[in-house]
DNA sequence: TGACAGCTACTCAAATTTGAATACAAACTT
DNA sequence: AAGTTTGTATTCAAATTTGAGTAGCTGTCA
């Protein structure tokens, strides 16, 4: 259901490592940009997934430090993760939505200061995100992450055009 | 930081509610498509809200039944999550990432078998998400909750179009 | 009338998430 | 060489989420 998995499984395919070594893992993927996977949960998942013999520990050492790596049965468990992602459209989640939801309890105004607010803010997203295309394959990310971003870019493109739609239907009283 | 909260007290500005009305609220407004909020959180939240003072118990019925409505301090913290949600543009969640980020990890095969899928999906959602539109003022929701949908469409066919350009680039072995 | 389906309404244990707190090591500064 | 910042690495209690399970209520059909 939730991401943490099988980013943890997909990053311990690079090799073994420790919890914080698969933190820093997903930062270079971008993962820490788009899924809320707190760094307290990577551990979390490590051991619980060692507990049900999805991962071994190569490395118990002292001081707490502990090395993972997948095995096959978690292998086959990421592959069947992996093959459900690609194949179920899931609701994507966008905390606009809930601003959305709610306009009307806003006065226009109020909506319209924040729409251009918004408008400029989506801009600078927009431009940040094609400027980070191409920056990524120095740290050592696979080329392909560069399609993240551009789908990134596209679904802000994709509200920077809805913010500009919405704010001459404001301010005619067509909204909300 | 997570919508629980919002939601929560967005669907108790319409009027004292217990938390089944809480629910079928949201139910109506979409809000269960695309927030995850489990109906078990509704009551979490409702009751913790109320220990903080932001709501006030009407109706403490027998057998559990309990009505909850927004106070004055309710109503400030309703405003204040509101104004953040449309000034701060925080990341689309979006599960397909997921799979994007892993697509070395399947053959070429795979992933073109995957996209042509999954392309079908997006086209099918697509059109349930542009026949929506409309469908839902019957349900008691306010109009402006069609927006929430059409910017989900859009979200949607970001994602196809992003689905349609890659095929090829798979195929001529672009990607990954 | 009583039996069955479906809606209303919530509880609770288990699982997961969160991020502040901790600790030690390496690099740098003075 | 002692002190300071920065990076590595994890733990843990508290908060939240989850959804199966439970139970009452209402209509309806035989």
Redesign the interface.
């Known amino acids: 259901m939730s ?1 943490t998995r ?2 943890i499984l ?1 990053a311990l ?1 690079d090799g073994p490592m420790n919890g914080y070594g698969v933190r820093r893992r997903l930062e270079i ?1 971008g ?1 820490d ?4 996977v707190a760094f307290g949960s990577i551990y979390h998942g490590l051991s619980k997934m060692a507990d049900e013999g999805l991962l071994d520990v190569v490395e118990a050492g002292k001081g707490g430090k502990v090395v993972y790596a997948v095995n096959d049965t978690g292998r086959m468990e ?2 069947r993760l ?2 459900g ?22 006065r226009k105004e109020e909506i319209v200061a ?1 729409l251009h ?2 408008r400029r ?2 801009a600078m ?1 927009v431009e940040a995100t094609a400027q980070a295309v191409g920056a990524k394959q120095r740290y050592g990310a ?4 560069n ?2 971003l ?3 870019g ?6 920077l ?2 913010v500009e739609q ?1 704010i001459p239907r404001v301010e005619s009283d067509e ?2």
Chains 1, 2 share one sequence.
């Open positions: 991401p099988i980013l997909g395919l993927m993962a940009q788009w899924a809320n990421f592959y992996l093959m992602s690609w194949s179920t459209v899931q609701p994507i989640i966008d905390p606009f939505q809930v601003a959305l939801t709610f306009m009307d309890r806003l924040a607010e918004r803010q989506l997203n696979p080329g392909h992450v399609e993240n551009r789908l990134m596209a679904m802000l493109q994709a509200q055009d809805w919405a909204l909300p």
